[in-house]
């Protein structure tokens, strides 16, 4: 079940949880398929499993009262769980589900080991954005300190002579769209920046 393993590394609440604890997710997780209108959780009962959508529609409703619809990527049923609580409202399939169910056993392990995976199902709908965005903009500087400087970031040098006059070294590094020029002279070669030109044109 690897697809479950990078499905559940890429969403919330999953995300927070290192790769031991979706190690006991993956293995005793078990995909699940129900037909519209099977009823998943009833009013009054306290449910035996934690659902997470693989594709599909589930509705929230409390005596007919639409409260919530959840659909892919979704999860529900932690609240109870985690509270061992009657739900209050039913849960059923509004268009046909495939889902991944896992054992009460094994969720209540995951909230006893990971406090921030437990305070994420009475997290409020502000708090998981925030919660997302962070997580994500740490994927990316993540992502950016990996990064190995390529062709795709690097320019030619702008090398100039030291004899070049400054109107000359100018016009080329326009030309070349440089910030800087590679100077050669007899001991070697120096650099200098668009700022350099700036400063000494301006005292000039």
């Not at 890429?10 to 006991?24: A, C, K, T, V, Y």
């Not at 009962?45 to 509705?59: A, C, H, M, R």
């Amino acid at each position: 079940m690897i697809a479950l393993f990078d499905n559940l590394k890429r969403h919330l609440p999953f995300s927070i949880l290192d790769n031991e604890s979706l190690e006991l997710i993956e293995n005793n997780a078990q995909i699940a398929y129900y037909p519209k209108d099977t009823l998943l959780i009833n009013e009054n009962v306290i449910p035996s499993t934690f659902f997470f959508i693989i594709k599909g529609i589930v509705e929230a409703k409390e005596h007919e009262v639409l409260i919530d619809i959840y659909h892919h990527d979704d999860v529900f049923g932690g609240i109870e769980l985690i509270k061992k609580q009657p739900s209050g409202y039913q849960y059923r399939v509004n268009e046909e589900l495939i889902c991944y169910e896992i054992p009460k056993k094994v969720f209540l392990e995951l909230c006893q080991n990971n406090s921030e995976f437990k305070n994420y199902f009475f997290s409020s709908i502000l708090e998981r954005i925030t919660m997302l965005k962070e997580r994500k903009e740490n994927a990316k500087m993540a992502d950016m300190m990996l990064t190995r400087v390529d062709n795709t970031i690097l320019h030619s040098a702008c090398v100039v002579d030291h004899s070049m006059p400054i109107i000359d070294a100018i016009r080329k590094m326009e030309n070349e769209n440089a910030v800087a020029l590679l100077v050669k002279n007899e001991s070697g070669y120096g650099i200098v920046t668009d700022a350099n030109m700036r400063k000494y044109i301006l005292h000039e």
